[in-house]
């Protein structure tokens, strides 16, 4: 865990999912249940869930470190993720590991009704 409440954002993540048919309104809510989840996780610093369509979301989220990362990836999302894929997704979700850039924050976080 780090320390520094404004540790330098470093690492992401970015994940495809593809729903299966007739799933997608159940992965939908699986992503909208993880946010209570992911703010439970202090180097986790940002988390986005987003719908690409009918069946494509993605989760893009950023870090302060490798370790908040993996710490991340073994959290109740990535379990629950791996839990569901067989139910949910076509194929396994494509995990994507980054280098961050640059950023800017927003200065709340929360879900969009939907």
């Known amino acids: 865990m780090t320390d520094a409440p404004n540790a330098p954002i470093v690492k992401a993540l970015f994940v495809r999912l593809v729903a299966q048919d007739g799933k997608a309104d159940?992965?939908?809510?699986?992503?909208?249940?993880?946010l209570?989840?992911?703010?439970?996780e202090p180097?986790?610093?940002s988390w986005y869930a987003v719908r690409f369509g009918q069946q494509e979301f993605a989760i893009f989220d950023t870090f302060p470190s490798d370790e908040g990362r993996m710490?991340?990836?073994?959290?109740?999302?990535g379990s629950g993720l791996v839990?569901?894929?067989?139910?949910?997704?076509v194929g396994t979700p494509r995990i994507e590991h980054a280098?961050?850039?640059a950023?800017?924050?927003p200065q709340a976080s929360g879900q969009v009704p939907g």
């Open 71 to 77: 710490s991340h990836l073994a959290g109740k999302v």
């Open 43 to 45: 180097d986790t610093t």
């Open 103 to 105: 950023y800017k924050l």
């Open 99 to 101: 280098d961050v850039l």
């Open 26 to 34: 159940e992965v939908e809510q699986f992503l909208r249940d993880g």
């Open 36 to 40: 209570a989840a992911v703010m439970e």
């Open 83 to 89: 839990a569901r894929t067989p139910e949910l997704l």
